[in-house]
Nanobody, 121 residues
Framework: QVQLVESGGGLVQAGGSLRLSCAASGSINSINYMGWYRQAPGKQRQLVADITSGGSTNYADSVKGRFTISRDNAKNTVYLQMNSLKPEDTADYYC???????????????WGKGTLVTVSS
């Protein structure tokens, strides 16, 4: 019914920037919550940043001041602008959304398949 597709990952040198995008498609009425998570090799998946339907944002301490999350409700898309990247930012980045599906009474949670970000020193 719904698919999330991330894009924008890649290889970048330390100090560089990347912009991730995650677009949702399918039988979408509206989207409540949008978030970005990351998982480094051998580690648990962790929250990077999230944004509510009202535009309130929340960031992990490790990315505050460097990353910015935003959303475009008309495009069902969430973005993550990543500046001043560090080698420790290297991970698979996943988007997560809580979506109101057309014809369903309750919202559903969805994950994208991930996009790899590699930061070289």
């Amino acid at each position: 019914q719904v698919q999330l597709v991330e894009s924008g990952g890649g290889l970048v040198q330390a100090g560089g920037s990347l912009r991730l995008s995650c677009a949702a498609s399918g039988s979408i009425n509206s989207i409540n919550y949008m978030g970005w998570y990351r998982q480094a090799p051998g580690k648990q998946r962790q929250l990077v940043a999230d944004i509510t339907s009202g535009g309130s944002t929340n960031y992990a301490d490790s990315v505050k001041g460097r990353f910015t999350i935003s959303r475009d409700n008309a495009k069902n898309t969430v973005y993550l602008q990543m500046n001043s990247l560090k080698p420790e930012d290297t991970a698979d980045y996943y988007c997560n959304m809580n979506i109101n599906i057309i014809g369903m009474f309750y919202p559903m949670g969805y994950w994208g398949k991930g996009t790899l970000v590699t930061v070289s020193s």
